[in-house]
């Protein structure tokens, strides 16, 4: 079956530009998540949603970061006034239910260039 | 802060050789340690994962072991193979949350 997929899968964009981050999960899976990899960097986790309820949104580094779900399905994840500091991979992942056991399956990215 | 310190930052092995990657954790509230290998281009996959209540999981030719006492776990790669030349991401889950707290990652390279 298909896998999460992102789009797109390479931005560049100029100081000040909003981006919109877009990633669809697997079908039925009821949670999902986005990390940022930064350059020799871990995954830092930025949001997560069960359903299309974000509970906790702490991990999102600053208010020009947002992010939403709709129809418990397609996620959008939003930089207003990027920074050169935001370029790095964005990477969304799915799992069935909202547990961590449940494997994150994650898609293959977004790579974003503030230039 | 919660954080997962892991090493080595890269790692060169010989075909056939042990590949060792080690995390350390300073949050005793983590209960659940997965590691994940992700290929370029490509996003983290799951490879294996532990609960702190046992000391060692073996899956084929990976093995995890955990020594909660000094809150270190480590991934274990037998006869390594060049097709396991990847970057390896050790994790953990505090208790009660839905969150993973990534290490920095391994980039293993098994010559041939």
């Known amino acids: 079956g298909a896998g999460v997929s992102q789009s797109p899968s390479n931005k560049v964009t100029e100081k000040g530009k909003d981006v919109e981050l877009r990633c669809d999960p697997i079908s039925g899976h009821t949670a999902l998540y986005w990390y940022r990899q930064s350059l020799g960097q871990g995954l830092e986790f930025l949001i997560y949603f069960q359903g299309n309820s974000a509970p906790d949104k702490s991990g999102l580094p600053s208010d020009r970061f947002s992010a939403e779900r709709t129809g418990g399905s397609v996620s959008t994840l939003t930089i207003q006034r990027t920074q050169q500091e935001d370029s790095a991979v964005y990477l969304c992942?799915?799992?069935?239910?909202?547990?961590?056991?449940?494997?994150?399956?994650f898609g293959p990215g977004t790579r974003l260039t503030v230039l | 802060q919660q954080q997962v310190k892991q090493s080595p930052q890269s790692l060169i092995v010989q075909k056939g050789g042990i590949s060792i990657i080690n995390c350390a954790y300073e949050?005793?509230?983590?209960?659940?340690f997965p590691w994940y290998q992700q290929f370029p281009g490509k996003g983290p996959a799951l490879l294996i994962a532990?609960?702190?209540?046992?000391s060692e999981k073996k899956e084929g030719r990976f093995t995890i072991s955990f020594n909660k006492s000094a809150k270190q776990f480590s991934l274990h790669i037998m006869d390594s193979q060049p097709g396991d030349s990847a970057t390896y991401f050790c994790a953990a889950s505090p208790t009660g949350t839905y969150k993973y707290i990534f290490g920095t990652g391994t980039r293993l390279k098994v010559l041939a």
């Open positions: 532990i609960r702190p209540d046992v």
């Open positions: 949050n005793t509230a983590f209960d659940y």
């Open positions: 992942a799915s799992s069935l239910v909202w547990d961590r056991v449940y494997e994150q399956f």
